[in-house]
């Protein structure tokens, strides 16, 4: 069994006990969170659509709050003796998915 969840633009496929790292969530580590679901799959059938699966939310445990790798941001215009090296560490929580709806 397994889900397709929204957060932060993105949306990821996860099943029971699944551990995934997810944008900044206004939350604390021990909190739970829940997560809009965009299809659900038990096996046998297959739910999509916003009808089917109003109300219906994957109740996820925050584990914690990090910050992700360095990403290097390079700029150059060659020949111009243009060059900008910046680097941005993004905010991420980890999460870890405690129940799908049946």
């Given at each position: 069994?397994?889900?397709?969840?929204?957060?932060?633009?993105?949306?990821?496929?996860v099943?029971?006990?699944?551990?995934?790292?997810?944008e900044?969530?206004?939350?604390?580590?021990?909190?739970?969170?829940?997560?809009?679901?965009?299809?659900?799959?038990?096996?046998?059938?297959?739910?999509?659509?916003?009808?089917?699966?109003?109300?219906?939310?994957?109740?996820a445990?925050?584990?914690?709050?990090?910050?992700?790798?360095?990403?290097?941001?390079?700029?150059?215009?060659?020949?111009?003796?243009?060059?900008?090296?910046?680097?941005?560490?993004?905010?991420?929580?980890?999460?870890?998915?405690?129940?799908?709806?049946?």
């Open positions: 069994m397994y889900a397709i969840v929204a957060t932060g633009g993105k949306q990821y496929k099943a029971e006990g699944d551990v995934l790292d997810v900044k969530l206004d939350a604390q580590p021990g909190d739970k969170v829940q997560l809009p679901v965009l299809l659900l799959n038990d096996g046998d059938k297959t739910v999509v659509g916003s009808a089917p699966l109003e109300g219906k939310t994957v109740t445990e925050v584990v914690e709050q990090f910050k992700g790798e360095k990403v290097l941001v390079f700029k150059l215009k060659k020949r111009k003796r243009y060059h900008r090296a910046n680097g941005h560490r993004q905010n991420l929580t980890k999460i870890k998915v405690v129940e799908i709806p049946a």
